[in-house]
């Protein structure tokens, strides 16, 4: 059964409300609150011990939560784990197998879990190998497989019975170059008709894959944004960058006379990045670079990346 969504209403596929866990006298979540769409793929990223995989795992039914409301397709998850675990694939960090199984045989057994009938299972079964690649290894053995492969295993078997939400924890661990961008690619189909909360180190892999970042860091939210605003976080504090390049060596002393800036990094003789908490003073640039006569080759805003998003709130 997937979930419905009201013509003119969006429901979330999930919603966070005030979450938190304890263990002992350590808070590992501390009153945090997100949401995600149906057709929507959301980076959940965080280091080491931030709370993700604990997050993760009351989303799943797999423990309680110790305050406040996790809710999958509009059921709550402690009142309904059940019924929940029906609408989510989860692919866990450790990607627990049988290893003793052949691929097939595994996948049937995961199906069956599900209540799957016979008939439609088979033809899921071959359909989730070739998405996931395993058409060269389906006849052998789970312990066989390479580390890549088996995280393959484990993305099948997320999505045997064709979940309404998937959960990912480091979906493309051990897998080569090439296994990645095909799992990605995977990941990006699948994104467009399910909700898919995926967790990673991997940055170039939330700016290629996701529509919106949610970052915790002891146990707190940080940023809750779509890819696009992110550098703005960095930018209140540390000031919005611009860079410039000319054409000939360029003395510091070309902006004494421009307002707005507040610190200016030399890259080289002809490159300098300018800092400054107005948003853009690329105007004044041009018009005083224009006034002096000097050639210029480049004038840009940059953006904070995704690395310095994600070491500036959490470091």
Known sequence: ?????????VNMSIEISNLSKFFGEQKAVDSISFKAQKGEILGFLGPNGAGKSTTMKILTGYILASDGVAKVCDLDVAANTIEVRKKIGYLPENNPLYYDMY??????????????????????????????????????????????????????????????????????????????????????????????????????????????????????????????????????????????????????????????IDKIETLSEQKFVIYTKEKDIRTALFKSISAQNLELIELKMEEYSLEEVFQSLTF
């Open 103 to 260: 691929v097939k045989e595994y996948l049937e057994f995961v199906g069956k879990t599900y209540q799957m009938k016979s008939d439609f299972l088979k033809n899921r079964i071959n359909e989730v190998i070739t998405l996931t690649g395993l058409s060269v290894e389906q006849k052998k053995k789970i312990g066989q497989l390479s580390k890549g492969y088996k995280q393959r295993v484990g993305l099948a078997a997320a999505i045997i019975h064709n979940p309404d939400v998937l959960i990912l924890d480091e979906p493309t661990t051990g897998l080569d170059p090439n296994q990645v961008l095909e799992i990605r690619q995977l990941i990006k189909d699948l994104g467009k008709e399910k909700t898919v909360i995926f967790s990673t180190h991997i940055m170039q892999e939330v700016q290629q894959v996701c529509d919106k970042v949610v970052i915790i860091n002891k146990g707190k939210i940080v940023a809750n944004d779509v890819i696009e605003n992110l550098s703005l976080y960095v930018s209140k504090e540390k000031g919005f960058r611009i860079s410039v390049e000319f054409a000939q060596k360029t003395p510091i002393l070309a902006f004494q006379n421009i307002l707005g």
């Open 1 to 9: 059964m997937n979930c419905i969504f009201a013509q003119f209403e």
